[in-house]
């Protein structure tokens, strides 16, 4: 449930600012996370399902029990700078 | 020229000339109008401009409140806000991202920061079908 009108997008065009944000079991499908720097932020047991990480920040972010499946614009090099463990559930092309 | 006809160029001239400064009147009295027009509409942006900076301050400190109600509130203000004036959008996003980064919870996602997060981060063009 929720008030269920667009996201407001900032005037300026730039990305979220989302550091140490406390995130845990929030529903993220299909969010565009564009560039959003989410650095040292608690993704624990998100539901991330197609949203898009082209370009965000993820360092230190913790991702364990996340699921991520259908995610797009993973990459390696993002993971690797977060926290995850067998728990995350990973997009296809990056298992 | 008879006396008649000297009658009739004054005549004109004295029309010609009543036609200018009726003209200028007109111009006169248009411009003053659209500057009290602008002044009124200028004031009445500054009005609101403090009306929704009051609103802003106040919504800051209820963020904090213990009750759920008061958050919430807090942050459709804010939508509103940012609804009216879309200037302050960075400020609002700024703010509410903040307030994500100073809660914590154990499993149940609280209301209001499921709210927040709707409000601040966007669906993917893929999603919204735009």
Redesign the interface.
């Known amino acids: ?12 065009g ?1 990305p ?13 499908d ?5 560039g959003a720097d989410l650095t040292k932020a608690n993704l624990t047991g998100v539901s991330a399902r ?3 990480f082209k370009a965000a920040i993820l360092n230190g972010a913790i991702l364990i029990g996340a699921d991520l499946t259908g995610a ?1 614009n993973l990459t390696y090099l993002q993971l690797s700078q977060a926290v995850v463990d067998e728990t995350t559930i990973l997009p296809d092309y990056l298992q | 020229m008879t006396a008649v006809e000297f009658s009739e160029l004054g005549r004109n001239w004295g029309l010609v000339a009543a036609a200018f400064v009726g003209l200028a009147v007109a111009i006169w009295r248009a411009v003053a109008a659209d500057r009290q027009s602008r002044a009124q509409r200028d004031g009445l942006y500054q009005t609101r401009r403090e009306h929704v900076a009051t609103l802003f301050s106040q919504a800051v400190p209820a963020l904090e409140d213990d009750k759920l109600h008061v958050r919430l509130g807090a942050i ?1 203000t804010l ?1 509103e806000i ?1 609804e009216a004036f ?2 302050l ?2 400020p ?3 703010l509410l ?1 903040a307030y ?6 154990d ?3 609280p ?1 209001d ?3 927040i ?12 079908g735009s």
């Open positions: 449930m929720s008030y269920q009108r667009s996201a407001i997008v900032p005037t300026d730039k979220l600012q989302l550091q140490r944000a406390f995130l845990k079991h929030a529903v993220l299909g969010a565009s996370l564009v197609r949203a898009d797009k | 459709f939508r940012v879309p200037d959008s960075r609002t996003v700024d991202s994500l980064a100073s809660v914590e919870y499993d149940e996602i209301r920061v499921e709210e997060i709707a409000i601040i981060i966007p669906k993917a063009n893929s999603e919204t």
